[in-house]
Every structure is written in structure tokens, then in C-alpha cells.
T-cell receptor, first 110, second 112 residues
Framework: QKEVEQDPGPLSVPEGAIVSLNCTYS??????FMWYRQYSRKGPELLMY????GNKEDGRFTAQVDKSSKYISLFIRDSQPSDSATYLC??????????FGKGTRLSVIA | EPEVTQTPSHQVTQMGQEVILRCVPI?????FYWYRQILGQKVEFLVS????????KSEIFDDQFSVERPDGSNFTLKIRSTKLEDSAMYFC??????????FGEGSWLTVV
């Protein structure tokens, strides 16, 4: 079983839709969970950072962590064409390197 | 907003040549990293650096690779004798604490 699994997509939605992006993981030691946005041939841009379980909201973005199910989500409300990018989940146990998912490619169609 | 800067943005090199990729981390950050991403694949950890020494390295980071912090601002990755399979995007990253990690725009290395 891979350490972090993420559906690569592509995911195509109309402008204004709510987008749900997800990752599952196998390592119960993971405590720190991050979502990055990556445009083509650019570096990952940190969007959301969550410690342990729970929800965190920042503008149109909401991150959720369910440690009992080893499942994390990123929701994007009122999606815009500028949100079109690849979204990477990443996680660590705190004193170990970040482990990334493969990324989900999102297209928001105007 | 402070950012991690990397040079060069793109380098083409012949197999067997040495390459140095350079990074200027965010100024008050204490932890420094190199990751790489082969086209179409996951971002992979190479090495982390703290307090002027390597704190962790992956199995990818073999004897061909080395890192240095030659002065108070720069952080470099050297590949001694490049192979075709070293072709990838190399990302430098830095953080204050170990988990909120900020990435640079990357250096695209093509080995021919």
C-alpha cells in the first residue's frame, strides 16, 4: 500500500462549483497535513496547513483531517478559472520529511 | 512577501558533467531542503539541512549529491557526475519550524 494516495484526475468543474479534493494515507504517525497548489512547471505553493484532526478555513478554502479514517480533504468554494492547477497533499509525522501525494489536476471551466 | 529564490531556472548539461543548483532561502528560516520532481511524478525528498549539517537524507541522495551553505544566505545542491535519470525539476525549500515548508520556483535540469 502506498504511503499517500491521491486520485490524479483530471477533475473538470464549471466556474462557481464546489471542488472536493482528497487524499488517503497509511502511516498513522502522520500529524501534520498540508495542501499545496502547483501551476505547470512552477514550485508548490503552500495553501493550507493543519495539525492533527479537525477543520481549518481560509477564505474559499477549507481543509479537513479525519485521522481515524486516515483521510484528508480540501474544499474550494466558488471555484474560479484561476484555481486551475495541480493540488498536492503532503504530510509528515513532525520529525520526518514531507511525503507527497501524486497530485490532482483541476480544471475550472468558465 | 518573502520567497525562496532559485537559480538557474533551467539548465541543460551533458551526462557526466557537474552541476550546481543555487538557492536563497527565506531569511529568518532555519531548516533547508532539496526536493525533486521527475516529470509526471511525485515530489520526492532529497535532503534536509539544519544547523549547518545534513539532518536527514533519502536513498536518492547518494554520493553523487552534496549540499553546502557556503555563506549566510545561499544553499547549494551539487550533482557531481550527472546521469540521464537526474533530469528533473529540483526544488529548494525552507521553513522556520519543520513543517510549514515554503518552496522555490524550481530549477529544471535536463541531462543529455
Amino acid at each position: 500500500q502506498k504511503e499517500v494516495e491521491q486520485d490524479p484526475g483530471p477533475l473538470s468543474v464549471p466556474e462557481g462549483a464546489i471542488v472536493s479534493l482528497n487524499c488517503t494515507y497509511s502511516n498513522s504517525a502522520f500529524q501534520y497535513f498540508m495542501w499545496y497548489r502547483q501551476y505547470s512547471r512552477k514550485g508548490p505553493e503552500l495553501l493550507m496547513y493543519t495539525y492533527s484532526s479537525g477543520n481549518k478555513e481560509d477564505g474559499r478554502f477549507t481543509a479537513q483531517v479525519d485521522k481515524s479514517s486516515k483521510y484528508i480533504s480540501l474544499f474550494i468554494r466558488d471555484s474560479q478559472p484561476s484555481d486551475s492547477a495541480t493540488y498536492l497533499c503532503a504530510m509528515s509525522s513532525g520529525n520526518t520529511p514531507l511525503v507527497f501525494g501524486k497530485g490532482t489536476r483541476l480544471s475550472v471551466i468558465a | 512577501e518573502p520567497e525562496v529564490t532559485q537559480t538557474p531556472s533551467h539548465q541543460v548539461t551533458q551526462m557526466g558533467q557537474e552541476v550546481i543548483l543555487r538557492c536563497v532561502p527565506i531569511s529568518n528560516h532555519l531548516y533547508f531542503y532539496w526536493y525533486r520532481q521527475i516529470l509526471g511524478q511525485k515530489v520526492e525528498f532529497l535532503v534536509s539541512f539544519y544547523n549547518n549539517e545534513i539532518s536527514e537524507k533519502s536513498e536518492i541522495f547518494d554520493d553523487q549529491f552534496s549540499v553546502e551553505r557556503p555563506d549566510g544566505s545561499n544553499f547549494t545542491l551539487k550533482i557531481r557526475s550527472t546521469k540521464l535519470e537526474d533530469s528533473a525539476m529540483y526544488f529548494c525549500a525552507s521553513s522556520v519550524k519543520e513543517n510549514t515548508i515554503y518552496f522555490g520556483e524550481g530549477s529544471w535540469l535536463t541531462v543529455v
